[in-house]
């Protein structure tokens, strides 16, 4: 596969803002007399040079806005994408209401987005717009789309002091496949540096893909480093730090071999779907379902060709073959596989999703 297929750089993920704010035009189905949405409704009228009266103290005087039917108070959420955002671009904008019945027919007055961290203030975009209520979804909830509009520029930043680091996707994260990933790349790398006129014409031994201009790397050599089970921290050559764009590009376009999973089994109970690696293998064992009797390892098992031993063990495949032959329903084979691993006979990795 190739590494890009497997892996981000760090830097590249979403990030979501967030803030507070009113929705009006409602049908009565807003919040009614909430004393918080009635202060922050008197204050947004405030700030706009509505007519809101204070009290002796200098208060603002709630009483003009405390039935407020047609207002609510919601949470507001946008996804900035993992490649950042400029200033100017349109976010879609999730709303969600704190205690409102519903937001059909709602508008959302202008409201300041805050990033996901609590002691940063920064105003990042400013969402407001008409909200529109999914048919099949809930009433309180609505998205506007193209609903905020970036105020300030958020940059995925993807290297740090001259390196980059990879993270393997949560499916192939496991020790072996850092530490061949590790290795796929200096080795990647050396065969750059110590053999440019191959990699002037465009060939690798290892089979990577490299295009005739990516001699000027054999100078400098990267390595690569795997911290742990999901992280693997590559050093950029100097002669691409400036602009280490291609770099990364020729990176994630190498070819990684990877360890087979097909010694793997994965269930989806709820759909009835069971997907069995060829390599999964049973100890011999005795199935008995309702009126079936199968005996599974030994010679009736063995692949032709090959010769019969007490010792051969049955393949997972073989046996759902069996018993989908006698007409043994997927939520029944599901049983025998969790029978079968609970007693230690199952020779594999079972994933339930």
Do not use: W
């Amino acid at each position: 596969m190739r590494l890009g297929d497997i892996c981000r750089v760090r830097g590249q993920e979403t990030n979501t803002l967030q803030g507070l704010g009113l929705v009006v035009g409602l049908r009565g189905t807003g919040d009614g007399d909430a004393a918080t949405t009635s202060r922050a409704l008197a204050r947004a009228m405030q700030l706009m040079g509505g007519p809101v009266s204070s009290d002796t103290t200098g208060q603002l005087n709630l009483d003009d806005v405390a039935d407020a039917k047609n207002v609510a108070m919601v949470v507001v959420t946008a996804v900035v994408p993992a490649v950042g955002a400029q200033q100017g671009d349109l976010l879609d904008v999730s709303v969600s209401a704190i205690s409102a019945k519903s937001l059909e027919g709602g508008r959302l007055l202008t409201t300041p987005m805050l990033g996901p961290r609590t002691d940063d203030r920064n105003v990042y975009a400013l969402a407001q717009g008409q909200l529109r209520v999914s048919p099949d979804g809930p009433a309180t909830v609505a998205t506007v789309e193209g609903g905020a509009k970036m105020e300030s520029t958020i940059k995925a930043n993807f290297h740090t002091d001259g390196r980059i680091t990879l993270i393997l996707d949560q499916d192939f994260a496991d020790f072996i496949t850092a530490q061949r990933v590790e290795d796929e790349i200096n080795n990647y790398m050396a065969i750059i540096a110590g053999d440019s006129a191959t990699a002037s014409r465009g060939g690798l031994a290892n089979g990577s893909n490299l295009t005739p201009g990516s001699a000027r790397l054999s100078s400098n050599l990267s390595t690569a480093r795997a911290i742990d089970q999901l992280h693997i921290e590559v050093e950029i050559p100097e002669l691409d730090r400036a602009s280490p764009v291609r770099f990364i590009s020729l990176l994630l376009d190498t070819t990684i071999h990877l360890q087979s999973k097909s010694n793997r089994v994965v269930i989806n109970e709820s759909d009835g779907i069971v997907v069995i690696g060829k390599d999964v293998e049973i100890a011999p064992v005795l199935v008995t379902h309702r009126n079936l009797r199968i005996e599974a390892g030994g010679p009736e098992f063995v692949e032709i060709g090959q010769d019969a031993s007490p010792e051969t063990n049955a393949k997972l495949k073989d046996l759902a073959d069996a018993l989908n032959a006698l007409d043994v329903s997927t939520e029944d084979l599901i049983a025998i596989i969790k029978t079968l691993k609970a007693k230690g006979d199952l020779y594999g990795e079972v994933v339930f999703q």
